[in-house]
């Protein structure tokens, strides 16, 4: 297929379970590998779901299997970096899969670039976004908003990489509740972790916040969107449809 090199397809989907997301990650990286799709970025939430990465800590997860099932919490092995973490309702996971040419390659910039695209959307809400230099992710002062995990599958019909896995930005409050008391957060134990909500007493749709961070993507990465499914373009449109909406039901 003839592509704009720099042109992504994005697509919302307000929920999907992750086996199912992982799989699709997983055909999308070969087809884009092989020139079949266009590089693309899923954005989504998913239920209750701990997956634990490449450092595996069996430690890290505080449940037992009868609690895990007890609670509806899906536990999954995987191929990214890192430790444990949590995904589930009221968190922003997007999952870039772009292919990175082998000239000029900087993987840790990549992992950077990610965490930019966050700060920089928190800070048009005059929240100071930041990083540990110990650690992966965005902070707000020694709390967690959002976790990076990736994984670069090498490309067998071009020299370079197709990204996979990506970010999880806490967007409602009380999410640390929710699933993160059952872990410890990427085997962290001395920060807690937050999220936008809790941070500055707003209220935000995920949807609107896939909306919002989808422009400092494109800037962060030198993307355009092909095709948008699943998202409004104007994100305060999002919210606006959900209300009308919920004064018709």
């Known amino acids: 297929m003839t592509t704009n090199v720099n042109a992504i397809d994005v697509r919302y ?32 939430q998913h239920p209750p779901t701990y997956t634990v990465g490449s450092q595996k800590h069996p430690e890290h997860l505080l449940y037992s299997e009868e609690e895990l099932a007890q609670r509806g919490i899906g536990l999954f092995q ?35 670039d990610l965490e930019q695209v966050i700060i920089d959307w928190l800070a048009g809400y005059g929240v100071a976004g930041g990083r540990k230099p110990e650690y992966t992710g965005v902070w707000v002062g020694d709390e967690k908003i959002a976790a990076i995990g990736v994984k670069f599958n090498k490309a067998r019909a071009r020299r370079g990489f197709v990204t996979s896995h990506g970010f999880a930005l806490n967007v409602k409050a009380g999410i640390a509740q929710d699933g993160f008391k059952g872990i410890i957060p990427c085997g962290i134990q001395e920060y807690e972790v937050t999220s936008f909500a809790d941070v500055t007493g707003l209220h935000r749709s995920v949807e609107q916040v896939a909306s919002e961070l989808l422009p400092y993507f494109c800037r962060q990465f030198g993307r355009t969107v092909a095709r948008l499914e699943g998202l409004l373009e104007n994100p305060a449109d999002a919210d606006q449809q959900r209300g009308n909406q919920e004064g018709r039901d």
């Open 13 to 44: 989907v307000p929920m999907m379970g992750y086996a199912e997301a992982w799989d699709l990650q997983k055909a999308c990286v070969k087809e884009i590998d092989k020139g079949e799709r266009r590089e693309s970025l899923l954005l989504l």
């Open 78 to 112: 995987i191929d990214r970096g890192g430790d444990i973490t949590y995904h589930g309702p009221g968190q922003l996971v997007g999952y870039p899969l772009l292919y990175l040419d082998s000239a000029n390659l900087d993987l840790h910039q990549y992992l950077r």
